[in-house]
């Protein structure tokens, strides 16, 4: 099939920040992962915390910087509560900034009692901009193939392909092989626009083709967006494709298992808390929005013996750590307000925490 059309953009519609009522209702919740109303001091964890990562992810949409305003209000609170050493992660704008600047803490014997995420979320997480992170270009006899690997949540990866024949057309595959850095760097949508106008200019119609699905007759039946996706598809099918492009998401462990161990490795004290200031991470995603031909979810795979009732059980199996999240919806000013009344010892609501003891 020329063109295995891929449904993130609604995934990630989905997934982001969007938090519809219907879906995140206390009742629907409730049932899912129980809020924690009790109190810090119930909790088997550092009470008093020392040391503090504050973590806040940039986005490329609205107001890119609007996670750095909490991070600055909870720094100055830890440090003015608990007189705790905080630090702060800058300029995270894709996971591969995160896992820099982990590793030097890491390398520095840093471990924290909070290592706090403030972003965008979904029910998988924290959400960054899609970026690349692997690319790699084979040919093989005569035949061609790109393909490019990148992520906006650890663990979810998105895969482009291009391939076609390097004999097939002479000028197509000259394009190629002169515009393939810029071809990486477009979204999947310019990608088909581009090849399939250059493919147009290239390759003859097949007219024998085209009045059989596209007859005058066919066509005086439709009309408006009906017409225009019916010619689409007739020169879609009735001209000799010089390539295919595919785009997929898939679930891969390697780069789940890379953001946990993130985490596990000498960065989060045994006793101390992971906490994921977005929207959804306690929330449990509805099977039913699982596109045919998509990866399921991360807290419905197999990942850490799962699958969870949530993100937050999932990181907390993963990581053998505390792990805490709201439920349903939240916000910047959310966030600091429920992590200060979570530190404070005052009763917690909409919030779903998991055990490393009791993550089932």
């Known amino acids: 099939m020329k063109n295995l059309m891929s449904f993130r953009f609604l995934l990630s519609l989905l997934l982001l920040c969007i938090c519809a009522a219907d879906v995140n209702s206390d009742e629907h919740h409730a049932m899912l992962c129980p809020p924690f109303n009790g109190r810090l001091s119930d909790l088997n964890l550092q009470q008093t915390p020392r040391r503090v990562l504050l973590v806040p992810l940039l986005s490329g949409e609205g107001n890119m910087r609007w996670s750095e305003r909490p991070a600055r209000i909870l720094e100055a609170f830890y440090r003015n509560r608990f007189n705790a050493e905080v630090k702060q992660l800058r300029d995270v704008w ?3 900034n995160y896992y820099w600047q982990v590793e030097q803490l890491i390398q520095q014997s840093a471990s924290f009692d909070r290592v706090i995420f403030i972003g965008h979320g979904g029910f ?26 990148s992520e906006s949540q650890p663990g979810l990866k998105s895969v482009l392909s291009i391939s076609y024949d390097t004999q097939k057309n002479r000028i ?15 979204t999947f949508p310019d990608n088909w626009h581009t090849l399939t106008e ?13 009045q059989r699905r596209c007859s005058p007759e066919q066509l005086a039946t439709k009309q408006g967006e009906q017409l ?29 298992f890379n953001f946990t161990n993130s985490l596990s490795s000498s960065l989060v004290t045994a006793d101390g808390l992971i906490f994921f200031g977005a929207c959804n991470p306690g929330s449990t995603a509805p099977k039913e929005i699982v596109w045919r031909n998509e990866a399921d979810f991360l807290i419905h795979s197999t990942l850490a013996g799962g699958p969870y009732r ?51």
């Not at 000259?174 to 760097?185: K, R, V």
Request: glycine share 2%; net charge negative.
């Open 94 to 96: 894709s996971w591969t």
């Open 124 to 149: 998988d997480g924290p959400i960054l901009e899609d970026a690349v992170f692997l690319q790699n270009f084979q040919i093989t006899g005569t035949k061609a193939k790109f393909i490019q690997f």
């Open 172 to 186: 197509f595959s000259d394009y190629m092989s002169s515009h393939l850095p810029e071809l990486a760097a477009m």
């Open 198 to 210: 250059l493919e147009k200019q290239l390759q003859p119609l097949d007219n024998a083709c085209f």
């Open 228 to 256: 225009e996706y019916q010619l689409h598809t007739c020169n879609l099918f009735c001209r000799e494709s010089l390539f295919q492009l595919s785009v997929s998401d898939e679930i891969s462990p390697e780069r789940f």
């Open 310 to 360: 949530s993100y937050v059980h999932l990181i907390s199996a993963a990581t053998d750590r505390m792990v805490a999240g709201p439920i349903g919806e939240s916000s910047a000013d959310d966030i600091v307000n429920r992590i200060i009344r979570f530190e404070t010892n005052l009763p917690q609501h909409k919030l779903c925490i998991a055990y490393p003891s009791a993550v089932n």
